[in-house]
């Protein structure tokens, strides 16, 4: 048997394979292939525009798959939303879908639209915007370059944007916030009523979790003299709790603790002079609480 997976093609491609390498599944592509190899035999995986992939995972073409929350209300999508896994090209901030006018324009507010021209992407979470805001507007899909279309085409955009920096550029402004979007594992509903593939899937979305919790993560263990004990904790960032453990001399003792990683600079030279020793700072790729 095997678990039919589908992952996103483009921006997200090579974050997605990067996630999943942490994870434990190295997947391996040819630049023209929509196929990827991957070391684990019982798992069949497609590359697909993320767009696309909500509704193939609907209809049990496909059992499971990476897309955004966005692509999922666009289509909405009847699936099984196994787990969020915010990771992104940019940073591990939300996607955001955004109603963006022309700097300096009177339209303040998706009122101020009555009867006028929307281009997006997003076509259908954007109707139903305006139709709970009792506002009649011609919202249009854009086939990209949407940010150059205002104010000369259209009067407005629902554009998607992790930092704004492109709006900006364009000489364009945020009035509101449409849909906050992060990276889903989803499953079609018939698969996961299966047994195995549901183990499959739920074992899956726990390492890849376990992948992002460690990011930004790092260990660090060192030996530390029994009468230095308390000035090593009390140097250790709260809410911390090390494993302590003994050594075969007993006036040492060996600690471990994960910490962030950008503490490490500030916080090994004080563990030093509080007493430690053979300080070792190592790399995490899972971390399961």
């Known amino acids: 048997m095997k678990l ?9 491609q090579e974050a997605t394979f990067g996630l999943y390498k942490k994870a434990g599944w190295d997947f391996r592509v040819g630049s023209r292939s929509y ?24 209809a049990g073409v496909l059992d499971v798959g990476i897309t955004g929350y966005d692509n999922i209300r666009e289509c909405e ?10 990771y992104s090209k940019v940073s591990t901030k939300p ?13 303040r507010g998706p009122k101020d ?19 709970q805001h009792g506002v009649r507007v011609n919202v249009e ?49 018939d698969a996961w009523q299966d ?13 890849l979790q376990a992948a992002l919790t460690a990011d930004g993560l790092v260990g660090l263990k060192m030996n530390v003299p029994a009468d230095s004990l308390d000035e ?27 910490v962030e990683e950008s503490l490490v600079r500030e916080l090994i030279p004080r563990l030093k002079r509080a007493g430690a020793s053979g300080i070792v700072e190592y790399a995490l790729n899972k971390v399961i609480y």
């Open 4 to 12: 039919k997976i589908a992952l996103p093609k483009g921006s997200l």
């Open 35 to 58: 196929h990827p190899s991957v070391d684990d035999d019982e798992l069949e995986a497609t590359l697909l525009r993320a767009q696309e992939i909500a509704r193939y995972v609907e």
């Open 77 to 86: 999508a009847d699936v099984v939303e196994v787990c969020e896994l915010v």
């Open 95 to 107: 996607y955001k879908w955004v109603l963006a006018v022309a700097k300096g324009s009177p339209i």
């Open 113 to 131: 639209l009555e009867g006028k021209r929307v281009a997006t992407e997003l076509v259908n979470v954007t109707r139903r915007y305006f139709e």
């Open 141 to 189: 899909f854009s086939w990209g370059a949407t940010e150059v279309k205002v104010p000369e085409l259209v009067d407005a955009i629902v554009e998607g944007t992790e930092t704004g920096s492109t709006l900006k550029a364009h000489g364009l402004e945020i009035i509101d916030t449409l849909l906050e979007s992060t990276t889903r594992l989803i499953a079609n509903k």
């Open 195 to 207: 047994k195995w593939k549901r183990d499959k899937i739920e074992n899956m979305a726990m390492l």
């Open 232 to 258: 090593v904790l009390a140097e250790l960032p709260s809410l911390k709790n090390p494993t302590i453990s003994s050594l075969s001399d007993d006036n040492w003792v060996a600690a471990e603790i994960i």
